[in-house]
């Protein structure tokens, strides 16, 4: 058997390469027989170590030493950052006092731990990626088998559709023949009497003929007139062919008609044990929120606010931005176009701000003190605004056609290209009530986008896929007294939901599972409209009727354990 080529064949000698193995240097690490043990040894180099081969790589190898050459490094010195020294080094003026560690102590603990996590390697982290490999190869591989039954399926529902489509244009050819039919009876009837009196006046003009020519008398006296009789003709027929009123058919309803994609999911599994971190800061809800600051911002309806960590940036009923800083002072105002005023406002990740205005149906970008159009909208209306944590922007959009009932989206953008619409369930139908009022929008720390459908007195939230997750209606409680209305939404570290109850003059604290937790109402708060958050989880409301905007503090850190995936 060839000692080179067969993993089977028993170990042999690194020298001879024919002899098995007996001995092993555990220096120079190479196999030797009994007769080659000689060989190996012959130069007399010092450092060789020959154990039997069963007892290989037992002896430590210590690193030389830097300073003294000749020696090797039995120790770690702990206060000069781990470096490997001597007992030459140890004794000297450099090292003295220092807190020392024996390197077999710590290689003895470092094996151990190499060794566990060779262990973890080879038995559990290993293969679960081996299966993760298979799953993704067997998903690849089903890929377009996948897809084609889709597609399959879909031409399939639309062969349905086009056989519906063809009975019902051979219904609509079947009536049109038999109107063809009456049409035709009606006509054919008068033609019928009308050719009946022509040939009774042929018959008259006839008999006046044969009169005029006559010269008896009695036929000239005894002639009647027939004027009369020929004068009360039957009236003109005109009938107008009947006519095909087209539906106007919009893409939005043919495709809730025809069917939809749910989109893809990719909710990724957790394939790793989690490990427990200690001291990651958790915010719990205080029994009590404390209203920090008030700030008088001069509107006259209030209805819009974000911020960074210097500024806060507010906009209501009239042309003007206004940016403020934390304690309140104006720091600048951005003038708007007449009529134009700015429906919502936020600030994108490289710091700019953007806005939606309903009368010039456009979402605009303010840069270095410009306004540039960003999305210009020819049949529907821009409303509330969000940027998502990839930097997209999340527009509620109204559509109304004028015939149909308004209806809702929310469509995401990158810069003014359309990535997604989210409009319609898994049912296919409307996620969003066509109440006409502005439906706030935010995401989530999960990347769910949650929506204030004030028109149907619910949080609507769907997963970053556009798949319904839940819906939030209001809680029964003896301190809410109207509907339920939600107007601002936001969300904090914790991925809490916070909505403010307009008439009932509250704030919703919801989990990110949309089960209540709690109210914030003892801050005087009067008509809450739009909300937001800081870094640090103060609240930030504005008063629609005041102008006023509360800083309010409801939330404290609290030291706590998390999983980290």
Known sequence: MDPHSSAQDVHRCDLCETTIVHSYCDFCQVNLCKPCIIDHIFDEYEKHKIVPFQKRRSTLIYPKCGTHPHKKCEFLCKDCNNIFVCSSCVTSEQHRNHKLEEIAEVYKTKRQTIEKEADQLENHTFPTVKEITRDLENQLANLDGGYEKLTTTMSKQGEQLHREIDIIINKMKTEISEIKMKHRDILQKHLDEIKQIQSLIKQTLLAIEEIKNSNEVSSSIEFNSKILEFSKLPPKVQISLPTFIPKQIFNYNLYSLFGHIAPLSTTPEKNILSLIQPNILFRELLDEPELVATIQTGYKGLHSVCQNKDNIWLSGLDQDIKCFNHNGSLLKTIKIKPNHWPLDIVEDTDGHLIYSCCKSGTVNKVKNGQIEELIRFQDCMPGMLCITST???????????????????????????????????????????????????????????????????????????????????????????????????????????????????????????????????????????????????????????????????????????????
């Open 391 to 565: 930097g997209d922007l999340l527009v509620s959009i109204m559509i109304n056609d004028g015939e149909f009932e308004t209806q809702f989206k929310v469509v995401r953008y990158s810069g003014s290209t359309e990535k997604q619409i989210i409009q319609f369930d898994e049912e296919g139908k409307p996620l969003y009530s066509g109440n006409a009022h502005t439906k706030y929008i935010t995401e989530n720390r999960n990347n769910d986008i949650c929506v204030a459908d004030h028109g149907a007195g619910a949080v609507v939230v769907v997963n970053q896929d556009g798949k319904l997750r839940w819906r939030y209606t209001g809680h029964p409680s003896t301190k809410t007294i109207n509907p339920f209305e939600p107007w601002g939404i936001t969300t904090d570290s914790q991925s809490r939901i916070l909505t403010r109850d307009y008439k009932n003059h509250c704030i919703h604290i919801l989990d990110q599972n949309g089960e209540f937790l709690r109210y914030i109402d003892n801050c005087d708060l009067e008509y809450p409209s739009d909300l937001c958050e800081d870094n640090n989880d103060y609240l930030f409301v504005c008063e629609w009727k005041k102008g006023n905007l509360k800083k309010i503090k409801y939330s404290k850190e609290t030291p706590s354990f998390e999983l980290v995936m």
